[in-house]
């Protein structure tokens, strides 16, 4: 496939799954949250996680379609970005034992996220 037909099927799939993660987030936080402790509310508020698990279903189906200099450039980026987000999240773990807040870990996502960007965009504008 051209690549720039890749890259519209994955923006889609992987739209799609954040629009359901958002839509169901937001369902789960009005609903669940007022509901009784249980197995059903403890289902509701983990509801969002559909949407996530399509997500990464998107970015593994976009992995198989691209070429094998795409595909390895992807997975270096990512390789990368998890060795960041542990880096940091276990110096944090020390941090927290000198006194610092502790941490949600709803931070680490987005710690991840962010590092896979930035070097998605970096790795870009360098391979121009």
């Known amino acids: 496939m051209h690549e720039k037909k890749v890259n519209r099927i994955y923006l889609r799939e992987l739209g799609g799954a954040l629009l359901v993660y958002v839509a169901v987030l937001l369902a789960a936080i009005q609903f669940g949250r007022p509901m009784e ?6 289902l509701v508020l983990a509801s ?8 990464v279903w998107a970015v593994a189906r976009h992995v198989r379609r691209v070429d094998e200099f795409i595909r390895q450039g992807t997975l270096e980026t990512l ?11 276990f110096t944090y773990g020390f941090l927290e034992t000198a ?30």
């Open 37 to 42: 402790d249980g197995v059903l509310r403890t």
């Open 48 to 55: 969002p996680m559909i949407g996530f698990c399509l997500a």
């Open 79 to 89: 390789a990368i970005a998890a060795a960041v987000t542990a880096g940091l999240s």
């Open 99 to 128: 006194g610092y807040p502790k941490l949600s870990m709803f931070t680490v996502w987005p710690v991840m996220g962010g590092v896979w960007g930035a070097l998605a965009c970096l790795r870009n504008w360098l391979d121009r």
